[in-house]
Antibody, heavy 121, light 108 residues
Framework: QVQLVQSGAEVKKPGASVKVSCKTS????????IYWVRQATGQGLEWMGW????????AYAPRFQGRVTMTRNSSISTAYMELSSLTSEDTAVYYC??????????????WGQGTLVTVSS | EIVLTQSPGTLSLSPGETATLSCRAS???????LVWYQQTPGQAPRVLIY???SRATGIPDRFSGSGSGTDFTLTISRLEPEDFVVYYC??????????FGQGTRLES
């Protein structure tokens, strides 16, 4: 079955960077974009951006532009999200997911298990 | 930017009843681009409905979606105890290309 398995929890100091990985299996890695979504504790879902595993092209949400970098290593079917200049407001669970398309319809499925990033001095 | 507004924020019902959750878009969106997710505490979201009205694999027929234009609805019939969690709508399209509603919490 399709699986997205993320790297483990991280604790970072303000100003540092964090890099989260998302290892995929069960499908052809280059067939679907990988999206990153974060969720602060008790809050809603926030889209951060996506990476096309085939071309490496990316698109980022405006509020993260300049601070986020999404990459991939197709040889190991893994996507990465790196966020720099961390502040306490970046403390959240970070999810990767892939988009699925059928005719004109799209949805996210499945999702990784989430990676908790805590930013604290 | 397309803003999705979900209502109510919290919905209080009892098992066996029917829940009606609303998702309103700030401008017309294609029904094919509207998705509903369910999120259980401590878990990642899972897809319930895509294309506004198509049930995802393994989702019971108690869950149904409808709507078009700016108004979309998720209906959950015969509520089960495990249904009392949080629901999000999401759309593809426009700029930015992905937005989520703020969520509706279904409580018993």
């Amino acid at each position: 079955q399709v699986q997205l398995v993320q790297s483990g929890a991280e604790v970072k100091k303000p100003g540092a960077s964090v890099k989260v990985s998302c290892k995929t299996s069960g499908y052809t890695f280059t067939d679907s974009n990988i999206y990153w979504v974060r969720q602060a504790t008790g809050q809603g879902l926030e889209w951060m951006g996506w990476v096309n595993p085939n071309s490496g092209n990316t698109a980022y949400a405006p509020r993260f532009q300049g601070r986020v970098t999404m990459t991939r290593n197709s040889s190991i079917s893994t996507a990465y999200m790196e966020l720099s200049s961390l502040t306490s407001e970046d403390t959240a669970v970070y999810y990767c997911t892939r988009d699925v398309m059928a005719l004109t319809r799209r949805w996210f499925d499945p999702w990784g298990q989430g990676t908790l990033v805590t930013v604290s001095s | 930017e397309i803003v999705l507004t979900q209502s109510p924020g919290t919905l209080s019902l009892s098992p066996g009843e029917t829940a009606t959750l609303s998702c309103r878009a700030s401008q017309n969106i294609r029904a094919s681009d509207l998705v509903w997710y369910q999120q259980t505490p401590g878990q990642a979201p899972r897809v319930l409905i895509y294309g506004a009205s198509s049930r995802a694999t393994g989702i019971p027929d108690r869950f149904s979606g409808s709507g078009s234009g700016t108004d979309f609805t998720l209906t959950i019939s015969r509520l089960e105890p495990e249904d009392f969690v949080v629901y999000y709508c999401q759309q593809f399209g426009g700029s930015p290309p992905v937005t989520f509603g703020q969520g509706t919490r279904l409580e018993s």
